[in-house]
Every structure is written in structure tokens, then in C-alpha cells.
């Protein structure tokens, strides 16, 4: 069992950074990002293989997020530049720890073994 501890969420203007950060108990094969907004499904941001070799992220975030993880410390970060009032959500970090994950995978939810509790992003106008 891994457990993912979120934070670094807030509020933000627009234009503004923000850099989440999840921490898992155990060993990953890799992580991701998702968000959700109420009455929506929760979408893909980015994820990235234990190796760092794959990453991939949502064509609305490309060039403004950066996915990092620190394999030493098993965490995971989602720095996030340039946030638009769109990027509002509660972001959800989660982890796979059994099998393998090609790059185009990274984007699937049912992929991932394990969620954390979410943090909220809000991003003012």
C-alpha cells in the first residue's frame, strides 16, 4: 500500500506560479497529476516513468507545467507557470507501483494503483 500526501495548492492570480508537491510511502513505477472541477471528469496534466525517460502532459498545460520527481525522496512535483483561471481545480497526484507504463499511458487514470487526497488550485481573474 503507498499512500500520496499532496501540498502546495493556494490561491493565485492570473499569470502566477504555483508548485505542488506529492510524497509517496513507498516505491513508484511512476506518477502523475490529475485535476478535477465540480460536475466535470477529472482530466490528465502530466505524469513521468520512475526513470524520468517518459513524461507526458495535456496539450493545455504543455510549455506552461513542468512534472519532476525526486526518486531519493519519492515525491513528485507539478511546477505550474502562467496559471490561467481554466487551470482552477483540485489536483489530484497518483501513483502506479505495479507493472509497466508506456509514455501515451501516463495520461490514463486506470493506470494508476494509487490516489491521493487532492489540493485545491484556484486561479483569480
Known amino acids: 500500500q503507498v499512500q500520496l500526501v499532496e501540498s502546495g495548492g493556494g490561491l493565485v492570480q492570473t499569470g502566477g506560479s504555483l508548485r505542488l508537491s506529492c510524497a509517496a510511502s513507498g516505491r513508484t513505477l511512476a506518477m502523475g497529476w490529475f485535476r478535477q472541477v465540480p460536475g466535470k471528469e477529472r482530466e490528465f496534466v502530466a505524469g513521468m516513468t520512475w526513470s524520468g525517460l517518459s513524461t507526458n502532459y495535456a496539450d493545455s498545460v504543455k510549455g506552461r507545467f513542468t512534472i519532476s520527481r525526486d526518486n531519493a525522496r519519492n515525491t513528485v512535483s507539478l511546477q505550474m507557470n502562467s496559471l490561467k483561471p481554466e487551470d482552477t481545480a483540485v489536483y489530484f497526484c497518483?501513483?502506479?507501483?505495479?507493472?509497466?507504463?508506456?509514455?501515451?499511458?501516463?495520461?490514463?487514470?486506470?493506470?494508476?494503483?494509487?490516489w491521493g487526497q487532492g489540493t485545491q488550485v484556484t486561479v483569480s481573474s
Open positions: 497518483a501513483a502506479k507501483s505495479r507493472g509497466l507504463i508506456g509514455t501515451k499511458s501516463l495520461a490514463v487514470g486506470a493506470q494508476y494503483d494509487y
